[in-house]
């Protein structure tokens, strides 16, 4: 009995030291393949161009620096779902353009003149909006309204974006071409500006109930 016992045991005891021996080797094999994917990834990752905004992102794929302003800003990764670029920049710079235009007119409506009548006194924005009634109203939308309509079109066409024709005194006649992507440049960093000025003039006038310029 003895003898069988011993027996059993020493197969038991080979067994689990050949299981081991075989795990070790497996275990070695696979490990043989980790430098090389671990070198391609870091090799990948230094040969990617950084972001020239967010230095310590990649730089987006579509933002290529061949349109203006681009600075490779897109952290969310918009640009990554945004099919035609152009549209995008028209939809940026129709944003910007309108925020330029409430920011110089809230500041404006605070501290400029006004027209003469009870219905032109208010100094908050906002209150503005309501007290001039319906008919000042209905103006402004049917302008605006004129104005979508007649360059909805433009917004998908190959064109350059933010091009709407507005150049009647020819701001732009006889220039170079650097002088023009300069003044790109210049448009569309005011209009950034405007973007997040406005934002925080609404957030100050509705929430802090505070004077814009203090």
């Not at 003898?3 to 020493?10: A, M």
């Not at 709407?164 to 209009?191: F, P, R, Y």
Request: charged content about 20%; overall charge negative.
């Amino acid at each position: 009995l003895r003898v069988r016992i011993r027996s059993d045991l020493n197969i038991f005891i080979s067994t689990m030291v050949l299981r081991s021996l075989c795990l070790t080797a497996i275990a070695a094999s696979a490990a043989a393949f980790a430098p090389s994917g671990s070198v391609q990834r870091t090799s990948v990752s230094l040969n990617a161009e950084m972001s020239k905004s967010l230095p310590f992102l990649v730089r987006p794929e579509k933002l290529d620096g061949t349109m203006v302003g681009d600075k490779g800003f897109d952290p969310m990764g918009l640009s990554d779902i945004q099919t035609d670029l152009n549209y995008a920049r028209w939809a940026e710079l129709k944003h910007g353009r309108i925020a330029m235009l409430a920011i110089t007119g809230m500041v404006f409506q605070e501290y400029g003149p006004h027209w003469p009548g009870d219905a032109y006194t208010a100094m908050d924005p906002f209150e503005a909006v309501s007290k001039v009634g319906y008919g000042s109203n209905l103006q402004i939308f049917f302008t605006i309204g004129c104005i979508e309509l007649a360059t909805f079109n433009l917004h998908y066409g190959d064109g350059e974006p933010g091009d709407i024709g507005w150049d009647a005194i020819g701001m732009l006649d006889g220039k170079s071409d650097e002088h023009i992507a300069n003044v790109k440049e210049q448009e569309i960093t005011h209009c950034r500006l405007a973007m997040i000025a406005i934002t925080g003039a609404t957030v100050q006038t509705l929430i802090f109930h505070q004077p814009l310029l203090g």
